[in-house]
């Protein structure tokens, strides 16, 4: 028999309600009927961690997806970078999922929810043992890349040891989150490794841009090329930031250092037929994979009241979960000493 999370169970004793539980169908319906969308009562819900995702249906079959953002975690503004974002890539017809513009404007708010909404492009996860895919997504990264390059976000924050490392830190301590029996061995591994992360960026000093930012293999849907704009597209810019452009690029990677040698040689390869890689940036690959590991636990650690992590996250928070913590950011520690790819 697994043994029961003790966090889980004082999470339970002291339970109140999220946010979220108030975003029933009725409540998106009508938030999308009230604006002028001839929705008939079809609705799926998909999957998404971060916000609500739904496929929506209307009268004349036509699908599309409405998006309910988190509360609190952008605000307007952050949100509307996004969406202007999005517009610019599609301006230069990079194929991007934007949300559609309706009564002049993508942003909408409705019970206390902003949200937004967008056409529905299918597809599948892209296969990336396949060479001429990852060449294609280079390239693909590189023209987001050159339109990220054109100016900065104003609001959106940048992707940094203080942003995700620190904060991280400090917020997992100070709402303590991390066992007791856990906790020292944790700090300790983590403020060594960020010292690691802190060098390595100034080692490596890099222009930042505006990136994806979250760029995984499954924010990216592949459709058959041999129809229309088939290929690969983006569906997610919720976490765009600003940073190194080698973010949007190593978390494409996986296997040992021979194959991600390979998987980044023909990345590079696509990308740099649209834009050239500052090679520096490879020395960054493992700082950023650092930061992304402590980012992750607070990550969720902040979504512990939401009703979808208690069903898809209930291991987090255990000693077990936070010994495999710092079994990992030694490893890390051990990645960061090693010479960076070459490609």
Request: aromatic content about 8%; glycine content about 6%; proline content about 6%.
């Amino acid at each position: 028999m697994r043994k029961k999370s003790t966090w889980s169970g004082v999470f339970e004793s002291s339970r109140v309600p999220h946010a979220f539980e108030a975003l029933t169908p009725d409540v998106v319906l009508d938030a999308l009927s009230d604006l002028g969308l001839d929705v008939d009562g079809r609705l799926t819900a998909l999957s998404s961690y971060e916000n609500r995702v739904y496929q929506v249906m209307l009268d004349d079959d036509q699908a599309l997806v409405a998006k309910f953002y988190r509360p609190e975690r952008w605000s307007d503004a952050q949100i509307l970078e996004e969406h202007a974002f999005a517009a610019e890539l599609m301006a230069q017809e990079i194929p991007m999922v934007g949300p559609l513009l309706l009564h002049a404007q993508t942003l909408h708010h409705a019970h206390g929810f902003a949200f937004s909404v967008s056409p529905r492009r299918g597809g599948r996860p892209p296969e990336l043992d396949d060479p001429e895919v990852l060449e294609w997504i280079g390239r693909f990264i590189a023209r987001l890349h050159n339109v990220g390059a054109g100016q900065a976000f104003q609001t959106r924050p940048s992707l940094d040891v203080a942003t995700f490392g620190e904060d991280s830190r400090d917020w997992l301590l100070g709402q303590q989150m991390i066992p007791m029996d856990q906790q020292h061995a944790w700090l300790e591994v983590c403020n060594q490794a960020l010292e690691m992360v802190r060098q390595a960026m100034h080692d490596t000093p890099v222009n930042s841009l505006r990136l994806h930012g979250d760029c995984h293999p499954g924010n990216i849907l592949w459709t058959p090329t041999d129809l229309p704009n088939g290929g690969p597209h983006f569906v997610d810019l919720d976490d765009a930031r600003m940073g190194p452009a080698i973010q949007d690029l190593w978390m494409l990677l996986s296997g040992d250092r021979g194959q991600r040698t390979r998987q980044l040689g023909i990345l590079v390869d696509g990308y740099e037929e649209m834009r050239e890689l500052d090679r520096r940036e490879l020395a960054l690959i493992e700082p950023l994979r650092t930061l992304r590991l402590i980012h992750y636990s607070a990550w969720l650690a902040r979504r512990r009241a939401d009703p979808a992590f208690i069903q898809n996250f209930s291991w987090f928070g255990t000693s077990d979960y936070w010994a495999g913590q710092v079994h990992m950011l030694v490893e890390q520690c051990e990645a960061m000493q090693e010479p960076p790819l070459i490609v």
